[in-house]
Nanobody, 121 residues
Framework: QVQLVESGGGLVQPGGSLRLACVAS????????MGWYRQAPGKQRELVAV???????NYADSVKGRFTISSDNAKNTVYLQMNSLKPEDTAVYYC???????????????WGQGTLVTVSA
């Protein structure tokens, strides 16, 4: 069974940094898309950053220049480095992946359980 496990959330002061990680476990053959979304209280879930396989990395305008998404496919891990954090970045952050699994090839879309990031003085 393939699952995503996130880590790295927590409480940080404005201007601080955090790095989120999402590890995919199971019989993974490859990734189509790896990304991060977030959902603030009372708001809809929104895209933060995404890496399409072979495509261009995309960021929400609100995080451009502050957040960086990266991946280590050998470790089945996607990261989100968050710098210059603001109170409005407070949200539950979710890892999202579209991937191929084996032994019988299946294409799945998976979400992590979410990790809370709180930016407050």
């Amino acid at each position: 069974q393939v699952q995503l496990v996130e880590s790295g959330g927590g409480l940080v002061q404005p201007g601080g940094s955090l790095r989120l990680a999402c590890v995919a476990s199971g019989n993974i053959l490859g990734f189509h898309v790896m990304g991060w979304y977030r959902q603030a209280p009372g708001k809809q879930r929104e895209l933060v950053a995404v890496i399409p396989n072979g495509g261009t990395t995309n960021y929400a305008d609100s995080v451009k220049g502050r957040f960086t998404i990266s991946s280590d496919n050998a470790k089945n891990t996607v990261y989100l480095q968050m710098n210059s954090l603001k109170p409005e970045d407070t949200a539950v952050y979710y890892c999202y992946e579209k991937l191929a699994t084996g032994p019988t090839i299946k294409h799945l879309e998976l979400w992590g359980q979410g990790t809370l990031v709180t930016v407050s003085a």
